[in-house]
């Protein structure tokens, strides 16, 4: 099956810097991206949709300015997550679809982020 | 309110029991998706579902099936034969479609289903 990678898998930082987590389709070429977050034993919220060189769709609620999204390429997505709090700390997921039309979403492990 | 509801938190059954995991959703939109998701333990989510809202056929895959039911607003899962490998937080999502504004995505609470062998 398709392949979606995250990287780094884990992430400690202090407040105040900013971080970028990597979503990468390996063996695929994704015309969308989605980007989760999941705080500790609760549900999962779609923070923003991602497609290939235009600009991200966020939900309501999410801070543009505070979660850059980036889909430069059809094989990778950025987020980064700009001047991190500690309320910031979160499981970050990406997901991706492999063309137009397409329903089935492949996800990536996630990315624990940890600010202090 | 809340959009999606999955009234079981948790559920455990004896290995090759049928499990029926529910899930109720509010919308007043005509045009909208459901889907689930599976999330084991080791945390890494796994696309199940994606059902369009003028599709009320239901679906079965393998030992997976789905009922969508437009009059009580229900999009309920059910295992058969359920499996240990089945063990997972099951989470029923609603997505609005704003295309003004991008589409409006409700995750339910998840419920955590434990298969005992």
């Known amino acids: 099956g398709a392949v979606v990678s995250q990287h780094p898998s884990r992430v400690i930082c202090k407040s105040g810097t900013s971080v970028k987590i990597e979503c990468r389709s390996l063996?695929?070429?994704?015309?969308?991206m989605f980007w989760y977050r999941q705080f500790p034993k609760q549900s999962l919220m779609l923070m923003a949709t991602s497609n290939e060189g235009s600009k991200a769709t966020y939900e309501q609620g999410v801070e543009k300015d505070k979660f850059l999204i980036n889909h430069a390429s059809l094989t990778l997505s950025t987020l980064t997550v700009t001047s991190a709090h500690p309320e910031d700390s979160s499981f970050y997921i990406c997901s991706a679809i492999a063309g137009t039309g397409e329903e089935t979403q492949y996800f990536g492990p996630g990315t624990r982020l940890l600010v202090l | 309110a809340q959009k999606v509801t999955q009234a079981q938190t948790e559920i455990s059954v004896v290995e090759k029991e049928d499990v029926t995991l529910d899930c109720v959703y509010e919308?007043?939109?005509?045009?909208?998706?459901l889907f689930w998701y599976k999330q084991p333990p080791s945390g890494e989510l796994v696309f199940l579902i994606r059902?369009?809202?003028?599709?009320?056929q239901n679906e079965i895959s393998g030992r997976y099936s789905w009922n969508f039911q437009k009059s009580t607003s229900s999009f309920n899962f059910t295992i058969t034969a359920s499996q240990v490998v089945d063990s997972a937080v099951y989470f029923c999502?609603?997505?609005?479609?704003?295309?003004?504004?991008?589409?409006?995505?409700?995750f339910g609470t998840g419920t955590s289903l434990t298969v005992i062998p």
């Open positions: 999502a609603l997505s609005e479609d704003r295309s003004n504004t991008g589409n409006q995505f409700y």
């Open positions: 063996d695929f070429q994704a015309t969308t």
């Open positions: 919308t007043r939109d005509t045009t909208y998706y």
């Open positions: 059902r369009n809202s003028f599709d009320e």
